[in-house]
């Protein structure tokens, strides 16, 4: 795990006891992180009692750059930390880029490869150029009806046959990464296999990080008899099984045979639109207006939720302020109603979006 996280980072920060002085262990982290050969800060803990800081001396066998003492418990060091690890961050260029960025998340063997190597080579995608955007991914970027479009790199995918490609929790792992990285994740599910938790977490996790998502369900070719019949049986099972996001789009096909892989892309494009849609505010205020009327809210402890204003604070995903009395009085069936009534105005299918509520005059 340590391994992964340090392949992930820019810059590691490595911890050591100030208290107890240089152990062996750490010679042995002190290599692992030299052959790595990443940036590495050393927070050197623990470092309370003034008697510690003859201590710092020491660590300096371990031969990196940068020392920094710290005191987790009496909070000491932290601005010092904090400003050395983010001081060389440039801002990264994927921060300038509007392209659509996406994913292929799921577990090991649904088909996530595969996948990817069937999009790359769909009629309409071309492969413009392989970039690398972090030192150890490699992002593809496609056009697409003319568009480009970068599909971010699960690590492991393009790198296949690495260290623990079977074990589910480091899946996990980097699959995190590259969520947080996209605009749209593709979670790959196996039609032989139906849905297991280890989907779910992933899909929360993707929700927790307010990113599009789009169900592929994968295998398709599997599926001998009656396939319209199924795929009404898995859509009624998808929703019982995501019913924290009703609103992903679904989408059934065959990475190995390539059938219905033309349906992918317009259901990503399409989720992504609505995950960037701005929408007026005189619109949003009819709707929650008339959402409040139709329906008001039961009052709490003999108070009533007042609500003044709404308008959208962000995209990706769609963010809406709700200015209210008291936001004591909100509770989670009616934030629920209240989304409902949005999406029943707007198609956010794909996206999604979040009901900020604010009491009058708070920022
Ligand atoms: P990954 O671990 O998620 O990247 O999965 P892979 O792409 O490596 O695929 C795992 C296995 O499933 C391989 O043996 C693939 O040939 C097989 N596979 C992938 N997609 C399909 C598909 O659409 N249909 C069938 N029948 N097998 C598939």
Redesign the pocket.
Known sequence: QAEIAINEADIVVFIVDGKEGLTANDLIIRDILRRSKKKVIVAINKMDAQAAEDNIYEFYELGFDTYIPISSIHNIGFVDLMDTVTNDFNEKEEKQDDRLRFSII?R???????LMNALLNEERVVVSDIAGTTRDSIDTVLTYDKNEYILIDTAG?RKKGKIFESVEKYSLLRSMRAIDRSDVCLL?INAEEGIIEHDKHIAGYALEAGKAIVIVV?????IETDKDATMKKWKTDIKNNFQFMPYAKVCFL????RKRISTLMPLVLESYENATKEIKTNILNDIIMEAFMETPPPSYKGKKLKIYFTHQSGTKPPRFDISVNSKGLIHFSYERYLENKIRQNIDFSGTPIILNFKNKGEE
């Open positions: 799921g090991p063997n649904v088909g996530k490869s595969s995918l790959v994968n295998k398709w070719d599997t065959s990475a190995k045979t």
